[in-house]
């Protein structure tokens, strides 16, 4: 079975070889081209023992339907380009030649065919990435890079496993803060996001596009939200406090309440001690974090889903 399997092998080899000469040397003459292919056979047959060398050459004609039992190179096909049609049939041929040339292809070229690669499903993602040079473009204007500027496919994958690590941590860590805060709220979690953008990636087709922005741009607006609250809640209380508290505020409440044989200071401190009385450590962080999630869901409003 091994001598099977070296003997196409050496035949695909040789073929392909000769294609590869037939289409460099299609515009000269045709016995430069014929002396050009019989060395390579020639070669070839000089390492073959005396009983191997006709099977080699019978398979090798089966390659090319072109060839007579008295050609030694196969004839070119086509008064136009001199190509023998097997050329463009032989995958393995276009490769290599696409290989060769892949040096001589300015930038925008080799990028063009590796789209088209990439589209049809003959070229895979790697480590190094193929994306459109819009889909570059994109990610260098996202992180502020001059138009025109490249970037590195293998460092952007880095930085993409770096945010996908931070965008987890921080879900985890700003839905939980939510849920303590607010524990009444209807705006919630649709769950852990890691999951989501890995089923997304994954090529999950239960989970859209839009599903995936929906979630990250709730955790976007509740993480500004709650940083945003902070000091918001802290004015707003102020604010009640000061409009309770204030000397002038008991005063005014005194004035009103001011029982008859009571002098206005005994009112005042009557007033305060009253307000005072219903102010301990559980209900003044009860009313800012009141006041955390009301402005916390005026800003997120129609974010529930």
């Known amino acids: 079975m091994a001598g099977v399997d070296q003997h196409s092998e050496l035949v695909s080899k ?4 000769l294609r590869m000469i037939q289409a460099d040397f299609a ?3 045709s016995g430069d081209r014929q002396e050009q292919m ?8 000089s390492k073959l023992v005396p009983e191997q060398r006709e ?3 019978e398979s090798l004609r089966s390659a090319f339907p072109s060839w007579t039992n008295r050609q030694h190179v196969p004839s070119s096909a086509g008064a136009g380009s001199g190509v023998d049609q097997a050329l463009l049939d032989d995958p393995e041929f276009l490769i290599k030649r696409l290989v060769e040339m892949a040096p001589r292809m300015g930038e925008p070229q080799r990028r ?5 690669l990439f589209e049809t499903g003959l070229a895979r993602a790697t480590g190094g990435g193929s994306w459109s040079p819009e889909s570059a473009q994109a990610i260098a204007q996202r992180l502020g890079l001059p138009r025109g500027t490249e970037v590195d496919p293998d460092r ?5 496993g770096q945010m996908i690590a931070l965008t987890t941590s921080l879900d985890q860590l700003v839905w939980n803060t939510w849920r303590k805060v607010a524990k009444r709220s209807t705006l919630r979690s649709s769950g852990a ?13 239960d989970i859209a596009r839009a599903d995936v922005q929906h979630e990250l741009e709730k955790l976007r607006q509740l993480t500004a939200a709650l940083i945003s609250s902070l000091g918001q809640a802290g ?9 309770q508290f204030s000397p002038e505020s008991i005063k005014q409440f005194a004035v009103h309440e001011k029982k008859m044989m009571e002098s206005l200071d005994q009112a005042c401190w009557r007033k305060y001690a009253e307000l005072a009385a219903n102010q301990d450590e559980v209900t003044i962080e009860r009313e800012i974090m009141q006041s955390i999630v009301d402005f916390v869901e005026s800003l997120t409003k129609g974010l529930s889903r």
Not at 156 to 160: A, D, F, N
Not at 235 to 243: D, P
């Open 14 to 17: 040789v073929a392909t070889r």
């Open 38 to 45: 019989a060395d390579v056979i020639e070669r070839e047959l």
């Open 55 to 57: 099977s080699f050459l």
């Open 156 to 160: 952007v994958i880095e930085l993409l």
């Open 27 to 29: 515009d000269d003459a």
């Open 193 to 205: 996001v890691v999951t989501m953008l890995g089923r997304f990636a994954s090529g999950d087709q």
């Open 235 to 243: 004015r707003k209380y102020a604010q009640k406090h000061v409009s």
């Open 112 to 116: 063009a065919i590796s789209d088209r």
